[in-house]
């Protein structure tokens, strides 16, 4: 008889937890897909994330191109705060190695430097994942992906990579890359590719993509960025 109630116990209890408590809409919502549109400019978008992109909209502000990010329809590959910060710990280091000044303050490295590295990120026009050519950083010759011309007036590649899934080559996830051509009388050597982390970004003057901060440097190579900044002359902190 004690079995035979506790059977029933258990039904009922299962019957309720059924058709009430347990019903999957409780815990369960479906969001569907992000909505890529960001209801604002590239540079509200870019505020609004200070976490990531504190420094980055400071570059910008000391470029004088607050008017490009706020007005004008440009493709962005935005590199995080933390790239910028790599590329002056490396000047640093430089400097220091000279028995120079160290930079304290992003002011203190000429607008024209930022201007000129910042405008390799930029494209104009609008440019989403779905609108560039596949690359395969492995058989260029196959798929070199394109060479665009940055804001600034140098030549960059863009490619989308496609991922291998289940040893399936080429059936896996897509991921933009924005790459660095250090030698145009070889452009399918050495290029430096920096994978992009969010793509498709949709503010109202254009379009995003935020780059993978591991391992990029602003500028793509140190070299460069550091020759630039000394080159153009580095202020004395509190000038």
């Not at 258990?10 to 549109?37: M, Q, R």
């Not at 200070?50 to 008017?67: E, H, Q, T, W, Y």
Request: with cysteine.
């Amino acid at each position: 008889m004690f079995k035979n109630l506790k059977s029933t116990i258990l039904a009922i209890l299962l019957s309720v937890c059924l058709f009430s408590a347990c019903s999957k809409k409780d815990y369960f919502v479906d969001t569907g897909l992000h909505d890529p549109n960001y209801n604002g400019t590239i540079l509200q978008y870019l505020n609004a994330k200070p976490m990531l992109f504190d420094s980055l909209v400071r570059v910008i502000n000391v470029a004088g191109m607050n008017d490009v990010f706020a007005k004008e329809n440009i493709t962005f590959f935005a590199p995080a705060s933390s790239c910028i910060h790599r590329a002056i710990k490396n000047l640093n280091a430089n400097l220091r190695s000279n028995g120079k000044d160290t930079v304290s303050k992003l002011e203190q490295i000429k607008p024209e430097v930022w201007k000129e590295t910042l405008a390799q990120y930029i494209f104009k026009g609008s440019y989403r994942l779905k609108d560039i050519p596949q690359i395969d950083t492995a058989a260029l010759n196959a798929f070199p992906g394109q060479g665009y011309t940055s804001y600034g007036g140098r030549s960059m590649n863009l490619g989308v990579f496609y991922n291998d899934a289940s040893g399936v080559k080429y059936v896996g996830y897509r991921q933009l890359i924005l790459s660095f051509i250090p030698d145009f009388s070889n452009p399918k050597v050495g290029l430096i590719n920096t994978p992009v982390a969010t793509s498709d970004i949709q503010p109202t003057n254009g379009v995003l993509h935020v780059l993978r901060y591991q391992g990029h440097s602003f500028g793509f190579e140190s070299s460069r960025f550091i020759t630039a900044a000394i080159s153009a002359g580095i202020a004395k902190a509190g000038e």
